[in-house]
């Protein structure tokens, strides 16, 4: 735009007076510092308009709509079982991050992670906790919900003081109750609850809820989704053991990878076929406890490496916890050593074993 053009054409007219006055006064150094001004104050705008609109941003999955009430609060962590007569369990589609890990006898166990208590449908069955799961959850600055514990996960959760409801203890109002359209499969397979018995009980103990500011924001992502790796995978079969051996396949429509158990498609009580928009394989050495449970441990203290998937390509990543463990952090970098951003949505993260690794098949 040429300004002395424009001035001229404009003399008679008050406003370009007010103009000619203020770029006489100011020159044009102070012409492109009001236009960054005002450039800068149109993107503030648009963006509380957005968030007026669409809702905040959830920390979990980079995705509008977190409400106001969440915004700031710890997340709630909820220990699922796997096991056959479990299935298909409460609520599986329902989190934002679904954790899933090995546990003894060579089945699973998962957490399912939320970042807004009151989004909590009915989930379960719930079952007893494992150390590895109570420290991933501390990585997040969750508090824990289960029903039991191993020796090593009570030991843990007293140790670390950890913010937990336990379905065996007492609360008021209670927050555990038990399904007896299940009972057929055993008493074991029907404990539940959902987010407002949870957030009423977490009340009346008075368990901190704001989120540690360093937890704010542990997953990192990518404001336009539109982030695809070099490497096609659109396929991706792992197992955590001979018995637990998964699928999941990309689906290029909606952008998901789609989720298999053996050759069935992996569903919830509700008949949603699980589906996430991010999957993180995170390689790590398991061992056994020793003991006479099976109980097993994921070193998930060391440093280790793995893969990220999303709109069907993959890369390799390496991945720790940054911190001792009542206080870590899940840190996720790119093989360059960029931290990495993920593309906004739900995200499914497999513990497998190392020594399961020759059985990953990309394609």
């Known amino acids: 735009m040429d300004i002395k053009k424009t001035l001229k054409n404009s003399l008679c007219c008050t406003l370009a007076g007010v103009m000619l006055f203020g770029c006489t006064a100011c020159g044009n150094k102070d012409d492109n510092n009001n236009t960054t001004t005002t450039t800068s104050t149109t993107t503030q705008s648009t963006t509380e308009s957005t968030t007026a609109q669409l809702g905040n941003i959830n920390p979990l999955t980079g995705l509008y709509g977190l409400s106001d009430e969440a915004m700031g609060t710890r997340p709630t962590a909820v220990v699922v079982e796997n096991s056959a007569a479990a299935r298909p369990q409460w609520g599986l589609s329902s989190p934002d991050v679904l954790v899933e890990g090995l546990v003894e006898g060579g089945i699973t166990r998962m957490l399912l992670l939320y970042s807004d208590v009151n989004k909590i449908p009915k989930v379960g069955p719930i079952r007893s906790a494992r150390h590895d799961f109570v420290e991933f959850a501390e990585c997040f600055d969750a508090i824990f919900v289960h029903c039991g514990w191993s020796i090593y996960a009570e030991k843990k959760i007293k140790n670390d003081n950890v913010n937990n409801l336990n379905g065996i203890q007492s609360y008021s109002p209670k927050f555990f109750y038990r399904d007896s359209s299940r009972a057929h499969k055993g008493t074991e397979h029907t404990g539940y609850t959902n987010g407002s018995y949870i957030k009423a009980t977490v009340d009346a103990v008075d368990y901190r809820t704001d989120v540690k500011q360093s937890y704010e924001n542990v997953l990192s992502f990518a404001p336009d989704g539109g982030y695809t790796p070099a490497n096609a995978g659109k396929n991706v079969s792992f197992q955590y053991s001979s018995s637990a051996k998964y699928t999941m396949k990309y689906n290029a429509d909606d952008g998901q990878y789609y989720t298999y158990l053996g050759s069935s498609a992996r569903k919830d009580a509700d008949g949603v076929h699980l589906n996430y928009k991010n999957v993180l394989m995170l390689y790590c050495s398991v061992s056994s ?57 739900t995200t499914y993260i497999a513990l497998v074993p190392s020594s399961q690794k020759g059985a990953t098949s990309i394609a």
């Open 289 to 345: 406890m020793g003991d006479s449970k099976g109980c097993v441990d994921m070193k998930l203290e060391n440093a280790n490496k793995g893969y990220y998937f999303t709109n069907g390509g993959y890369e390799e990543i390496s991945w720790t916890k940054n911190g001792s463990a009542s206080s870590s952090k899940l840190v996720i970098k790119k093989s360059n050593g960029e931290t990495l951003t993920m593309n906004p949505g």
